[in-house]
């Protein structure tokens, strides 16, 4: 499986981008597809993730309320819908895979490439 994120631009302090993740082979109902961001000098950190069968979600708290992650399993596309963006959301932006919804990102075993959002105030 590899993942391919895209989506990424600049935007407006309130405003929204929607990133997406295509994922290239077989994936399963067990499987969780997770975003997560890294800003310049900053750890990698969770942002949302989705369990592709039933569909279980997970945020970080600092997206709670204007992020949602969705996906669509015939597409074997993951989304995440970002809304009211602020300047500290801005960062690269990577899905992974996992089959872990814990949100730690050792638990995800397969990266794609980043999508940078930049959010100018």
């Known amino acids: 499986v590899q993942l391919q994120a895209s989506g990424g631009g600049l935007v407006q302090a309130g405003g929204s981008l929607r990133l997406s993740c295509a994922a290239s082979g077989r994936t399963y109902s067990s499987h969780v597809l997770g975003w997560f961001r890294q800003a310049p000098g900053k750890e990698r950190e969770f942002v949302a993730a989705v369990r592709r069968g039933v569909g279980t979600t997970r945020y970080a708290n600092s997206v709670k309320g204007r992020f949602t992650v969705s996906r669509d399993n015939a597409k074997n596309t993951v989304y995440l819908q970002m809304s009211s963006l602020k300047p500290e959301d801005t960062a690269v932006y990577y899905c992974?895979?996992?089959?872990?919804?814990?949100?730690?990102?050792?638990?995800?075993?397969?990266w794609g490439q980043g999508t940078q959002v930049t959010v100018s105030s």
């Open positions: 992974a895979l996992s089959t872990d919804l814990s949100g730690h990102p050792g638990d995800f075993r397969l």
